[in-house]
């Protein structure tokens, strides 16, 4: 939606270019997730090092001397840091933001020990894995992700990854609660499920941009007390979207169509747009049954 949104704003017609463009912009996604990751063993290197100069100080006091390294202990963390496969695609993707901007990772430090969730996890001597791994999906869900300093970090770094924040989030949470204490490294989620689905993204691009004026006449007669010309830009690319679904994706279910571009305009569209495209999905597909050319394959079709 918003690689078509862009081609209209700069009115391009080069195809190639925005798919690039738009392969580009899901690619880095991963990179967001392999730098999100990376915060949390840069995070426990950080504090590695800390407690080492501390205990060397010329006037330590006695718990300087002899720090407690539970967290740096950490089972999960060190299952984290000990993934080479994780490790070997960070350094692939070249993601050594945090190499260059330890003040974030500083920031993020002084916020952990803050929290309560960090204190109640210290005062106690020792800990299973499970209750490792736990403690550090609260304390991403509840400390780093909604993070200020990272999230401004994030926006100035890549515009685009504002978008991707909440998805990459969930997925790794899901991540480390799901880790078993059986395994050997923490395994990558891929970018993405199988080559359909790589070619689903390809292909949705590609029929929506090359059938906009087919596909924009299946609602202009659906918006009688509309001005089409005042209908907004991103509305008719959801629209457009919704119905190249309709059309020519048989194997997806209309009601997964309708469902998924009511949420993307509930996120970026106006406040009433999802009733509005909701309406108009609503009226098409009636028509669209009557007329029989509303086909779909597979089960779960409407």
Same mark, same amino acid.
């Given at each position: ?18 798919? !690039?463009?738009?392969?580009?912009? +899901? ?13 949390? +063993? ?114 100035? $770094? ?48 590609? !029929? ?10 299946? $609602? ?34 209309? !009601? ?18 999802? +009733? ?27």
């Amino acid at each position: 939606m918003q690689t078509i949104y862009a081609m209209h704003q700069h009115q391009s017609d080069n195809l190639e270019k925005e798919e !690039k463009f738009l392969f580009g912009s +899901i690619e880095s996604m991963q990179d967001l997730y392999l730098l999100m990751l990376s915060a949390l +063993i840069e995070i426990q290197s950080k504090e590695e090092e800390y407690l080492e100069l501390v205990s060397k100080k010329h006037l330590a006091t006695k718990e300087e001397r002899n720090p407690s390294s539970k967290f740096t202990q950490n089972k999960f963390l060190h299952l984290l840091k000990n993934s080479e496969s994780l490790l070997d695609k960070i350094d692939a993707r070249k993601v050594n933001n945090w190499k260059q901007n330890d003040d974030v990772i500083l920031f993020l430090i002084d916020a952990i020990k803050e929290s309560q969730l960090y204190v109640d996890y210290m005062s106690k001597s020792d800990s299973t894995f499970d209750e490792d791994k736990y403690f550090i999906a609260n304390l991403y869900t509840e400390v780093i992700a909604p993070n200020d300093k990272l999230y401004e970090y994030l926006e100035d $770094y890549k515009l685009t990854w504002l978008d991707d924040v909440p998805l990459v989030n969930t997925m790794i949470l899901k991540q480390i609660k799901q880790v078993k204490e059986t395994q050997e490294e923490f395994k990558i989620t891929k970018l993405y499920k199988d080559e359909d689905d790589k070619e689903y993204a390809k292909n949705l691009f590609r !029929k929506t941009v090359l059938n906009e004026v087919e596909l924009s006449k299946q $609602y202009i007669d659906k918006t009688p007390n509309w001005d089409t010309d005042r209908i907004a830009e991103i509305d008719t690319i959801i629209l457009k979207m919704a119905i190249c679904e309709f059309l020519k994706f048989p194997s997806i279910p209309v !009601k997964v169509t309708i469902n998924e571009y009511l949420e993307v305009a509930k996120e970026y569209s106006t406040p009433k747009s999802s +009733i509005f495209i909701n309406g108009i999905l609503d009226n098409l597909v009636k028509d669209l049954k009557t007329e029989d050319k509303l086909v779909k394959t597979g089960r779960g079709l409407l």
